[in-house]
């Protein structure tokens, strides 16, 4: 079952892990590498339904981890402060963060708050690589 409903109504959407669907979160592993691709509006309600399922995800996740943030139409200090606790829990566990920042206005939010000088950004956006055996990564 994809979704909780009640009647036409739906309650949950268990692919995204969340009832609002103005924003979500996809989880998938890459070459030993976990993505946690956002996408909507990050913001403060968005921080309060995605931590516990961001916080499940890192406690099992491996050392190294990307937040993808191409499908971010809008963040707020919510969305800031979700990314915040990812890095701060990815560095207790000695791992490593990369953050994508997607569109300009989100580049934009980072340089304006400084923290663009606390993740690490890297210079180009993920690459999937379609042919067998092949490695993904940045370029």
Same mark, same amino acid.
């Given at each position: 079952?994809?979704?909780? @409903?009640? #009647?036409?109504?739906?309650?949950? %959407?268990?692919?995204?892990? =969340?009832?609002?669907?103005?924003? !979500? &979160? /996809?989880?998938?592993?890459?070459?030993?590498?976990?993505?946690?691709?956002?996408?909507?509006?990050?913001?403060?309600?968005?921080?309060?339904?995605?931590?516990?399922?961001?916080?499940?995800?890192?406690? @099992?996740? #491996?050392?190294?981890?990307?937040? %993808?943030?191409?499908?971010? =139409?809008?963040?707020?200090?919510? !969305? &800031? /402060?979700?990314?915040?606790?990812?890095?701060?829990?990815?560095?207790?566990?000695?791992?490593?963060?990369?953050?994508?920042?997607?569109?300009?206005?989100?580049?934009?939010?980072?340089?304006?708050?400084?923290?663009?000088?606390?993740?690490?950004?890297?210079?180009?956006?993920?690459?999937?690589?379609?042919?067998?055996?092949?490695?993904?990564?940045?370029?």
């Amino acid at each position: 079952m994809a979704t909780l @409903r009640e #009647g036409k109504e739906t309650l949950l %959407d268990w692919d995204t892990g =969340t009832a609002d669907f103005t924003f !979500g &979160l /996809r989880h998938r592993v890459v070459n030993g590498t976990d993505v946690l691709a956002f996408w909507g509006e990050l913001d403060a309600w968005a921080d309060q339904e995605l931590s516990p399922r961001v916080t499940a995800l890192l406690d @099992r996740a #491996g050392p190294r981890v990307v937040a %993808d943030l191409r499908g971010v =139409t809008f963040m707020d200090a919510g !969305g &800031l /402060r979700l990314l915040v606790r990812i890095r701060n829990q990815v560095i207790l566990d000695r791992g490593t963060l990369w953050l994508v920042p997607g569109s300009p206005r989100n580049r934009r939010l980072l340089r304006i708050t400084s923290l663009d000088r606390v993740f690490t950004i890297p210079a180009g956006a993920p690459v999937p690589c379609t042919r067998a055996g092949a490695r993904s990564g940045f370029r």
